[in-house]
């Protein structure tokens, strides 16, 4: 016959036991109460994700882009391309290279994106969704993709595009073309009046200007920046007062330009004046034979153009342009 042995646990052990199933409830206890005063708690109409509050709208157009394209597919919401978030909202989306053939309708609720990038990829068309965010709200860089018109209502004409498999493509009226990119006339006009009026310049086309110092570049046909520092330019034209406004950046510094200016402008920038008259110089109080340094108001001039971190791209772009345009510094 067997024997049945029966435990019975001591006090001691009782009371051991007892102890530790009261320190796991009371670690189990604190650490609810933590994450519930200080835990994550997103404000309406943003997410919690990896313990930080997003805008949901914002990642839901990054997940439509997933959504549609096959080579973004199983990717994480937060590890497509390259990201700038400010307070919990995308400003800032580069999605370049990456084999994109569609761009969600829904791109145009990212109000607060200061710059979409999307170049190098196989897009061929934009959904009308884009003219909600764009020009007001985003630059945007669609180079390097297929887009053919008709475009959205938003755009005479989408620039640095392979048009080989467009049914047929033509420059938008108003444009001219030009080794096969479209510009708009009115700005070839302003470069070429640049050129008529000085000496130093002559014989030079309009979009050679800056060619060997400086350099300009073209946004969608668009002039958008005009660098021609130390050009010997001593005339600017009135005409110049038409695209001043928009553009992104411009400086004729180094330069021998004398006053009066043209209505738009009250500083030019570092200036030799040692060639202006006496009359000229004391009414925009600037001594004769003395150089005027104003260059700090010329660059971005345009409050919605400061420098941002998420605008580095395009501040690559230009330094891009600069390169390619001096044969001395190609390849750097």
Known sequence: MKKTLLY???SHTLIVNYMLTMALKNLFLAWFLFNFVYGTDCPSNFIEIDGECYFKQHVDVLQDFIDINKNLENMDILNIGYQEWIDGRLTYLYLGNQNISTIPDSIGLLKDL????????????????????????????????????????????????ETNDCESFNCPEDYTEIQGECYYNDHLQILKSI?????ALQGLTPLELGKDVGFQHWDNGMLSHLNLINNNL???????????PTLQSFDVSNNSICPPYPPCFEYIGYQNTQACDDAAAHNTNISSGKVSDNSELIFFHNSSSELHSEKFQNDLDILQSFIENNESIKGM
């Open 8 to 10: 019975f646990p001591s």
């Open 114 to 161: 200061i710059r979409l990038d999307l170049e190098k990829n196989n897009i061929s068309t934009l959904p009308e969704g884009v003219c909600s965010i764009y020009p007001y709200y985003s630059q945007l860089n669609l180079s390097d993709n297929k887009i053919c018109p008709p475009y959205p209502y938003c755009f005479d004409y989408i620039g640095k595009q």
């Open 195 to 199: 050129i008529d009026t000085n000496a």
């Open 234 to 244: 001593t005339v600017l034209p009135e005409n110049l007062c038409d695209v001043y």
